[in-house]
């Protein structure tokens, strides 16, 4: 039995259920992140982010990038 973890985001601090045992059922396979977008948001992170905050993060690269502030 896959052990599930109750977290809570590091960055809005909302709980979600952490599936990293089964990981294609975790929350966090529900969004597609390039390398680029990963390496983003493990500089700024250390720990599991909710959905919601990884499809914010993921926008705000798009952003900083297309200003050409991430190059």
């Avoid at 977290?7 to 680029?36: D, H, M, P, V, W």
Wanted: aromatic share 8%; charged share 25%; with cysteine.
């Amino acid at each position: 039995m896959h052990k599930h973890e109750l977290k809570n985001c590091c960055r809005c601090y909302a709980s979600f259920e952490c599936k990293a045992g089964s990981i294609t059922e975790c929350q966090c396979s529900q969004i597609q992140l390039t390398n680029e977008e990963r390496i983003y948001i493990e500089d700024k992170f250390s720990d599991c982010l909710c959905l919601n905050c990884l499809a914010a993060l993921q926008k705000e690269y798009a952003v900083l990038k297309r200003i050409n502030f991430i190059i």
